[in-house]
């Protein structure tokens, strides 16, 4: 007899006070919303907040524990709203304060935490301080809040140092007075300086603005940067995009950011309700990652050593062991992730060919990614401590990766040099109906192209269908809150499996992720809880087939 997840009954999750639950961040399950690409309430093409607000019911009946919500800040939106020019204003294009407010409020009603995310490594290049700054010329105090220096060469003519832009080209701009400003990223986003205490006064000012609005916690937007090494000495490497991540570097991780996120602490501890920070550091290692959250610090650090980890059997145990070896010193919950607004969908990124590539060339291999991502998730919602879920994922979307030059809003795009610029593709509004002009995002179209086969991955076409990817995350979510052996505790008890099959117990229940291209035939650890794919019995035990994860209620 055959066995496979079955689907959640649309029953909603009982609401509950977003202060009942202590520490709860250690085994949450929170959900990315990428405001422009979630819900459109005005029909402009683009995603807002009260869009947002109205699909809050669909979250909660997802299942998820809270919602963070990409940049909605005052901008002018050269990088997606990660430029900001006010921290303390909505860009009207989202709504307004009394939208967030709104937003907010009816999700804690629901019993959904917000999260918001926070940029401090950057500005705009139309933030207050950086156009005076530009104004008031050399010597002005306003430059001591960001990096502006003299160049080199006879007449100034090279940049300060040999630092390249994450999205291509150098890192540094020349103003017509002569002098450069540093920016990691686009020209339109000037690196803030640390070193100056109005940047440190200002944004524990935006945290209080924020908390006092009521928002359960802050995703710290390249948290391993705003501190810049002495000197700003050059690199001395070519290509260094390819260094993020893997080496050391002046501009990246740097000890001092870890005194600001303890005076950030103090300000977080200060508040009711458990609220938290996230942090997206960048780091060469899942040890160096655990120095985010000692303590003192931040609650959560993305695992991208994780996110970037094939789907191979070997290498995902091993950075499960890393992992949470890195933090149990700590004290700190791993923080699982396979996509997000910056990466490759991971239905994409696990088809043929492997690796991190963006191309899907035929209908197996977009089988194959699909089939892959939905037994990464059964094992990472297995695995002990936090997950992020980005938005589209429960419906098993795929990258867009044939959006025409002409669409395409990507900075890095347009920059030639650095990374592909291929992040539009996972940034592509989700489906929610299996008609309308944008298959149910609003009714005037959307800010970049859906394909046709979105229709039948829309929320309307996968609900209450048996096998559906939709239903697979929310039978998962639904296990997964009524098993406090799952998210809780900080290691698994590995068990003995074939090669290229991963088996671990916790408590009473077991997962078995099979990796490989071929079904395997193993022991039957008990009654099937969930599965990624279609199980049946043979020979006393349980086949699971190729790519497939199983969860099992365990028998000692």
Partial sequence: MSQQHSAAPASHFATVSVADRRDWWRD?????????????????GMGDLEGVRSRLPYLRDLGVDAVWLSPFYASPQADAGYDVADYRAVDPMFGS??????????????????????????????????????????????????????????????????????????????????????????????????????????????????????????????????VKAEGLPDLGAHDQVKLLGNDVMPFFDQDGVHAIYRQWRRILDEYSGDRIFVAEAWTPTVERTANYVRPDELHQAFNFQYLGTAWDAKELRTVIDRTLDAMRPVGAPATWVLSNHDVTRHATRFANPPGLGTQIRTAGDRELGLRRARAATLLMLALPGSAYLYQGEELGLPDVVDLPDEVRQDPAYF?????????????????????????????????????????????????????????????????RRERPDLGAGESVEWLRAPEGVLAFRRGDFVCVANTTGESVTLPSYGRVLLASGEVTEADGGTKVPADTTVWWTAQR
């Fill in 28 to 44: 949450a399950v929170i959900y990315q919303v990428y405001p422009r690409s979630f819900a459109d309430s005005n029909g402009d």
């Fill in 97 to 226: 304060l009394l939208d967030a407010d709104a937003l907010i409020r009816d999700a804690h009603t629901h019993g959904l935490r917000v999260i918001v995310d926070l940029v401090p490594n950057h500005s705009s290049d139309r933030h207050e301080w950086f156009k005076r700054a530009l104004a008031e010329g050399p010597g002005s105090p306003l430059r001591d809040r960001y990096h502006f220096r003299p160049g080199k060469g006879e007449n100034g003519e090279l940049p300060p140092n040999d630092w390249e832009s994450i999205f291509g080209g150098p890192a540094w701009t020349r103003v017509p007075d002569g002098e450069w400003y540093l920016h990691l990223f686009a020209p339109e986003q000037p690196d803030f300086n640390w070193d100056h205490p109005a940047v440190g006064d200002e944004f524990r000012s935006i945290l209080r603005f924020w908390l006092d609005m009521g928002v359960d916690g802050f995703r710290i937007d390249v948290a391993h940067g705003l």
């Fill in 415 to 479: 920059r030639g040099a650095g990374q592909d610029g291929f992040r539009d593709g996972c940034r592509v509004p989700i489906p929610w109906t299996r008609t309308g002009s944008s298959y149910g995002f609003g009714d005037g179209g959307s800010w970049l192209p859906q394909p046709p086969v979105w229709a039948e991955l829309s929320v309307e076409a996968q609900t209450g269908v048996p096998g559906s990817t939709l239903e697979l995350y929310r039978s998962a979510l639904r296990v």
